[in-house]
């Protein structure tokens, strides 16, 4: 009764949560909030094996792709109708609704595995960027020539503690400043990298580039370059993926006019803001380094040395945010299952209030033991293969024909009825074929170049 009269009055949505107040202009600050990060700094060395034509029609291709796709999920928000059915708030849930039990695992274990993954992937690039700060203070305190090598390992072990403490902290909505604070610093960074980029351009240093990308020859074999090719391809599709919190976006709209098409205008101004800032990135990059454009752009400046210390600050502070951000939803799903299977248990189910300073929370025995397990486990994997490119390249490649491609076109043929090998289904079909052999082409590339840096580094002596 209470909730009928709160909804007649207007306080509540159909479902009986607080109204939602959001519009396509917020969702598309959200969207470009999620893409603008870690994967940016890719985008140049990707552009750089691709060269110009192919770089650029990639990039192109992969936003039309992934706003057609989009909309398609956008169009799955409720089922069974899109305009009056019954929300759906995850990706999980609605793969469940529209395709049922089998699909709905196998998309949680892809999910979830890209997830935990990509703890992996923050911590090389926050150890990155935080020797980057230590290369840049080194040569401009000992000059150009001095030796400035250093190791990755004490970064990533004192990047790894600190997120064994964050991650005790159970809901991180209580966080949000932290949240806050990396969204705007993934801004800075990825101005600041263009910036830098687009002053060497302007000041006559830029290097040679070519329309074919990087040129085969003594230091670049044929073979070698398919491989860069192949692991670009994984490059891209990660900084254009923002499937994971696509439905959570959503959830943020009000349902006059229906969520549906505000996010369908979302994504269309959403994708087409994030290729603009994507093809400046990779195209200055390119432009001031040429065959030699570094895996993370900004490790390729010393110069001026207190922005460049600042551009990596800014990384590190937006990767010790977005990785809790991407660990929570995995930490949540391995406890609720315990939870399942031992819902006695007092080691796995009591909570104990807790208070750090003003924050207050539940401990937990079993949430500290496996998630500080889990944390240690992500860093040791980041020190025995702190290779930045390959490492994004795969966690891209992994998600990007399931989630963006695969799932959307069997739901939107689900809703619609689409009848089997009916042209709009041979046609539907062959985009999600193209785009699995795109994906099993970046993943065999990523591999490949994981094996490859393997053979070429000693594990955990990895040194920049």
Not at 100 to 126: D, E, N
Request: net charge positive; hydrophobic share 45%; glycine share 8%.
């Amino acid at each position: 009764m209470v909730i009928t009269r709160a909804l007649m009055e207007g306080e509540v949505d159909d479902d009986g949560r607080a109204k939602r107040t959001g519009n396509s202009l917020t969702a598309t600050t959200h969207i470009i909030t999620v893409v603008i990060g870690a994967g940016v700094l890719a985008l140049a060395y990707a552009m750089a094996q691709l060269g110009w034509i192919a770089g650029i029609a990639t990039m192109i291709a992969f936003a039309v792709i992934s706003t057609f796709t989009y909309n398609l999920v956008a169009d799955c928000y409720r089922f069974p109708d899109p305009i009056t059915g019954k929300r759906n708030y995850t990706y999980m849930q609605a793969v469940k609704a529209y395709l049922g039990g089998t699909m709905y695992v196998f998309c949680g274990l892809v999910q979830y595995t890209k997830l935990a993954g990509i703890t992996v992937g923050y911590t090389i690039t926050s150890a990155t960027s935080l020797v980057a700060i230590k290369k840049a203070i080194c040569f401009h305190k000992e000059g150009h020539q001095a030796y400035c090598k250093f190791s990755n390992n004490p970064f990533m072990i004192g990047f790894g503690t600190l997120q064994i403490f964050l991650s005790q902290i159970p809901n991180f909505h209580e966080l949000t400043w932290l949240s806050t604070i990396a969204a705007i610093t993934s801004f800075g960074y990825a101005f600041i990298a263009s910036g830098l980029s687009l002053s060497v351009v302007i000041s006559g240093k830029g290097q040679p580039t070519s329309i074919t990308g990087t040129r085969i020859g003594p230091e670049l074999s044929a073979e070698d370059k398919v491989w860069r090719v192949f692991s670009s391809l994984g490059n891209i599709a990660l900084a254009a993926n923002y499937s994971t919190v696509i439905y959570d976006i959503m959830d943020t709209l009000k349902s006059d006019p229906p969520e549906n098409k505000q996010m369908k205008k979302a994504n269309v101004m959403g994708v087409t803001a994030m290729t603009i800032l994507f093809l400046l990135c990779s195209g200055f990059g390119y432009a001031a380094f040429g065959d030699h454009t570094p895996g993370n752009i900004l490790t390729g400046f010393y110069e001026p040395f207190w922005l460049v210390a600042l551009g990596n600050t800014f990384v590190v502070i937006h990767m010790i945010g977005a990785y809790q951000v991407m660990a929570q939803p995995f930490y949540r799903i391995v406890e609720m299952g315990a939870n399942m299977v031992w819902p006695e248990s007092d080691f796995i189910n009591k909570e104990y209030p807790t208070k750090l300073g003003k924050i207050r929370f539940n401990f937990n025995l079993f949430r500290l033991i496996w998630r500080t397990i889990f944390v240690i486990l992500s860093t040791i994997l980041a020190m025995a293969m702190p290779f930045f490119n390959e490492i994004l390249s795969l966690l891209g490649a992994i998600g990007f024909w399931p989630l963006v491609v695969f799932f959307p076109i069997q739901m939107h043929i689900r809703q619609r009825q689409v009848k089997k090998r009916t042209l709009k289904w041979c046609m539907l079909q062959l985009l999600s074929f193209m785009c699995f052999i795109v994906t099993v082409t970046a993943v065999v590339g990523s591999v490949h170049g994981i094996s490859q840096d393997l053979h070429k580094y000693k594990v955990f002596t990895y040194r920049q």
